[in-house]
């Protein structure tokens, strides 16, 4: 079994930061791609960011600048760091990691989702 745990959602003002962590755990062999997605309601959960193994990024156009992933591949973390925090970017945010687990093979998981509300 492989469970993504995610913290550090809340609530922030505009300009303001904030830091997601996601922590898999469970019987891994390797995980590949990890990502950050958001998704507020009535919208479809869409890709803020993502990272490689090998530390290879992509952004969406409206997070590039203000937010940076990156991940510790001895801890099956990843991170997502953000700055300069406006009232769009008010979501939940799932945490999601290709793994290849013992007895599964290759999977996405995805974590529970923490919630990130911007506002004055």
């Known amino acids: 079994q492989v469970q993504l745990v995610e913290s550090g959602g809340g609530s922030v003002q505009p300009g303001g930061s904030l830091r997601l962590s996601c922590a898999a755990s469970g019987s891994i062999f390797s995980i590949n791609a990890m990502g950050w997605y958001r998704q507020v309601p009535g919208k479809q959960r869409e890709l803020a960011a993502s990272?490689?193994?090998?530390?290879?990024?992509n952004y969406a156009d409206s997070v590039k600048g203000r937010f940076t992933i990156s991940r510790d591949n001895a801890e099956n973390t990843v991170y997502l760091q953000m700055n300069s925090l406006k009232p769009e970017d008010t979501a939940v945010y799932y945490c999601?990691?290709?793994?290849?687990?013992?007895?599964?093979?290759?999977?996405?998981?995805w974590g529970q989702g923490t919630q990130v509300t911007v506002s004055s």
């Open positions: 990272i490689t193994r090998g530390g290879v990024t």
């Open positions: 999601n990691a290709a793994v290849l687990a013992l007895g599964r093979g290759w999977n996405d998981y």
